[in-house]
């Protein structure tokens, strides 16, 4: 018994000595509860959606009307009224808003004549559980416009919604591909650079590093270069295999190969220098396999891989306006799904460049070079 309570003793010192493994091991179930409760919420919310509404007739009305209801009742709109089709349509392909929605002219002389009304929705298709959501609101608002007026057994005269998708369809699979990528790259970054450096100071191997005249920026500058080399390695296979499953053009990938490529360097890079800053003064790789998880799940869930961002929480959509994923996850999702090249992912790229440069900038300056 004395030698059992000897183990014990000798296994409770090891927490007391490194008190973060015991405040992680409390603090991640209630941060998984947090993110992953408020990640996969039941109901979106907050859907941008342009209304150009032409028409000032009763039914025009009774259909914004009842938008408005959604809009007020369960959340799942925010309208933005504009009055130039043009620019609601280039507000959906610009990422500013997830649907347009056109009522003509004519849309109330229609429904009282019988003749055959239609309303446009152009559609941003590639968040299928987004575009879904926003179709059958639109199907039930306008199938409700005249349910006061027709008993329940005459028939009704139904208005045709002409919804367009302005872009190439996107399957649940093919939509996963992005956060695929994201999740090699960031377990990537994860098992080479700075998990490196704390598997040498574990080792003691890191002491040699007195002995030369390597400067701090020469260590983890060498250590982030090959770091780079193999997780760009590893997000091109991951890439060109989810590609082959989920049947998305090849012709489409290679003909933006060069941006792909770009958002891929600058993610690496960024993921990287970020590993450094949280793990450049970790000693045991013990706490990194801790920290790995919770980076996983803070990092990846609110990104936008799985669940639109516009639906989360707003305190968690302000966490995604800095998350690095979020916006990798969005470059992209642009360039496979919409065609774009560089030009339409210069504000993702400038972001993941500077959040680069600042995260270098801090590991270089926060990183040991003594015992």
């Not at 045709?160 to 302005?166: G, K, S, T, V």
């Not at 680069?356 to 040991?368: G, P, R």
């Amino acid at each position: 018994m004395i030698r059992l309570l000897a183990v014990v003793e000798r296994d409770l010192k090891k927490f007391k000595r490194n008190p973060v493994v015991l405040g992680m091991s409390i603090l991640m179930p209630i941060i998984y509860l947090l993110i992953l409760g408020n990640s996969f919420q039941g109901k979106l919310t907050g859907l941008r959606v342009a209304v150009v509404n032409q028409d000032a007739g009763p039914y025009a009305t009774r259909v914004m009307d009842n938008l408005r209801a959604v809009q007020a009742g369960p959340q799942t709109f925010s309208l933005i009224c504009l009055k130039d089709e043009r620019q609601a349509v280039g507000g959906v392909k610009a990422g500013d808003y997830k649907a347009a929605f056109i009522i003509p002219p004519d849309f109330s002389r229609r429904v009282a004549l019988e003749g055959r009304p239609e309303v446009g929705l152009f559609l941003d298709n590639t968040d299928s559980i987004s575009s879904e959501t926003i179709r059958n609101f639109l199907n039930a608002a306008l199938l409700s416009i005249q349910s006061d007026y027709v008993p329940i057994r005459e028939k009704t005269n139904t208005v045709l919604l002409r919804d367009i998708n302005l872009y190439a369809k996107v399957d649940y699979y093919q939509s996963l591909v992005p956060g695929v990528v994201i999740m090699a790259i960031f377990l990537g970054t994860l098992t080479t650079g700075a998990f490196n450096l704390v598997m040498d100071r574990f080792l003691g191997i890191d002491e040699s590093y007195l002995l030369t005249p390597l400067s701090k920026s020469h260590i983890v500058g060498g250590l982030i270069i090959s770091g780079l080399s193999i997780t760009t390695i590893i997000a091109l296979v991951i890439l060109t295999v989810s590609v082959l499953i989920t049947g998305i053009s090849f012709t489409t990938v290679a003909g933006q190969a060069l941006p792909l490529f770009v958002v891929i360097i600058l993610t690496t890079l960024c993921l990287l220098s970020l590993m450094f800053v949280i793990l450049g003064r970790i000693g045991h790789p013990r706490i990194v396999g801790i920290l790995s998880g919770f980076l996983n799940v803070i990092l990846f869930f609110p990104s936008g891989a799985v669940y639109p961002v516009a639906s989360l929480p707003g305190w968690l959509k302000s966490f995604a306006l800095v998350n690095p994923e979020a916006y990798a996850v969005d470059a992209f999702k642009t360039i496979l799904f919409k065609g774009a090249g560089i030009g339409g992912i210069l504000g993702d790229i400038a972001y993941l460049a500077i959040f680069t440069t600042i995260m270098m900038a801090v590991s270089i300056a926060t990183f040991k070079r003594t015992l």
